[in-house]
């Protein structure tokens, strides 16, 4: 058994000749600490807005190699959030985006003719034209500010913590080779 102590600067000594291997360790690190601000603006998106993690993370991208997370989309069906009814009944509207009820007394509930079912309602007086609600996007729910600092705080401690293990494990292996 082999067993190899290193302190602070010995192991950016160990690491002078292998750059390359530095930024290995700084390209792991940044990912997980993507990973991580990905998982976390999920979390508090989905406890904050009426909507499922699934919804969120369908409209995200995480881009390893440019250490990018990013967030497209248009706003969601309305229909894709809390709304009751569920089905097409002569019922009143009862939608929560953000964890509120909100009465929609114009609207109704109603499936097309290719199966889609939404909540809509009348443009005008008359029976026709409709058209179908929609609600917040995916970049509007993750880019709230008090969901954006949970994730930047959170991801900063995990590269920290990720940059150390993986310095720690390279300068290991260069030690031994």
């Not at 995916?138 to 949970?150: F, N, R, V």
Request: hydrophobic share 40%; proline share 4%.
């Amino acid at each position: 058994m082999i067993e190899v102590q290193l302190e602070g600067s010995e192991i950016f000594d160990l690491l002078k000749d292998g750059d390359k291997q530095l930024e290995k360790a700084i390209y792991f690190a940044k990912n997980r600490a993507l990973q991580t601000a990905r998982t976390e603006m999920l979390k508090s998106a989905a406890k904050t807005y009426d909507t499922t993690q699934k919804q969120i993370r369908e409209r995200m991208n995480l881009k390893k190699s440019e250490g990018e997370l990013e967030v497209k989309g248009s706003p969601i069906r309305l229909f894709k959030f809390k709304v009751t009814p569920t089905s097409p009944r002569q019922q009143i509207v009862v939608a929560s985006v953000k964890r509120a009820n909100k009465t929609l007394p114009r609207a109704f509930v109603q499936q097309m003719p290719n199966g889609t079912i939404g909540v809509f309602q009348r443009v005008g007086k008359k029976r026709y034209p409709i058209e179908q609600l929609y609600s917040v996007s995916a970049p509007q729910m993750a880019g709230e500010d008090s969901i954006i600092e949970k994730a930047v705080e959170r991801a900063s401690i995990v590269f920290d913590d990720r940059l150390e293990h993986e310095i720690e494990r390279i300068g290991l292996w260069l030690a031994l080779t």
